[in-house]
């Protein structure tokens, strides 16, 4: 295990369809008013594609704070505030339960409301309004277009990447939504952002050593949620005091989360990719808590 792994491995992932994503989304801008940009409310800035942030820069936006029922609430508040003082208007949503996706539609409104004015005194009466929807994948892009449009139609799945192919869709009379397929960048600004984008599932499990990803989570999580870690786990004051008085508190830690789930092999070894799994999956899904991994205060 290797404890300077953060310093010293390079995370990076750009498919070849990314590249022409890109291409296509500039073109297809022309044709837009509005975009939804889907973030990762526990990850607002490591979430945000600078390409996607760059060449939309001069359009009208919507930042959707997408997961915010895995995110810590207040923490949210302030990044709503951070996007309102750079001029964005940004909502906290939760695609799975479709919270906040009727109101993001009601913005769409408002933020086209003086244009769709002036289009009506032209005598153009239900001018359409294009919305392009973008994030990177495994933000919830396609559940909260479902939750958007009432249905299933876009392609969900588990796994990062799975909206491949530009679709309109029709969500009022005057309403049509483009998506896109989910794009990261060709290379990462540094690796604080590639780990924040691997505990949330962003880049497939399967590029990364999953031990290694889960080994840095923990150190993250010891380090920042202490508490929220401890009662998840149900780690009795013995059990911490004699984690924390070891030289690599995070392998012991790791044990002794291998204990508690059974995932210790034979000889007593720790069953690192089970245990890896374990822990990715209950930070992910909001099992060890509500967390918010970037704060607007550092």
């Not at 940009?37 to 607002?44: F, G, H, Q, S, V």
């Not at 396609?142 to 939750?147: A, D, K, L, P, V």
């Not at 309403?175 to 604080?192: R, S, Y």
Request: with cysteine.
């Amino acid at each position: 295990m290797n404890d300077n792994w953060q310093n010293s491995t390079n995370i990076n992932w750009y498919p070849g369809h990314m590249l022409k994503t890109k291409k296509q989304i500039m073109e297809d801008l022309k044709l837009i008013d509005v975009i939804i940009e889907i973030l990762d409310a526990r990850i607002p800035l490591a979430s945000q594609n600078p390409d996607i942030k760059q060449i939309t820069a001069n359009k009208k936006k919507i930042i959707v704070l997408n997961k915010s029922d895995l995110a810590n609430e207040a923490e949210t508040k302030k990044w709503i505030e951070f996007f309102k003082n750079q001029g964005i208007i940004a909502i906290a949503t939760d695609s799975n339960l479709g919270k906040g996706v009727k109101e993001t539609l009601k913005l769409v409104q408002e933020v086209m409301q003086e244009k769709l004015e002036k289009a009506s005194m032209k005598g153009i009466k239900n001018k359409n309004i294009r919305i392009m929807i973008c994030g990177i994948p495994n933000v919830g892009k396609s559940s909260f277009i479902n939750r958007m449009i009432n249905k299933k139609s876009a392609e969900v799945g588990n796994r990062p990447g799975v909206t491949k192919q530009k679709q309109w869709v029709r969500i009022s009379t005057n309403i049509e939504l483009l998506d896109t397929p989910g794009v990261l960048w060709p290379k990462f600004e540094n690796q604080d952002i590639s780990l924040k984008l691997a505990y949330t599932g962003t880049i497939k499990d399967e590029l990364l050593d999953k031990t290694e990803i889960a080994y840095n989570l923990l150190k993250y999580l010891e380090k920042n949620n202490k508490k929220e870690l401890f009662e998840r786990y149900k780690l009795t004051d013995q059990e911490i005091n004699s984690i924390i008085s070891e030289d690599d508190d995070i392998i012991k830690l790791m044990y002794s989360i291998a204990k508690k789930r059974g995932a210790i092999i034979s000889g007593g070894e720790i069953d690192y990719e089970r245990t890896s799994a374990i822990i990715l999956n209950d930070f992910r899904t909001g099992k060890i808590g509500r967390i918010t991994l970037e704060k607007v205060d550092g």
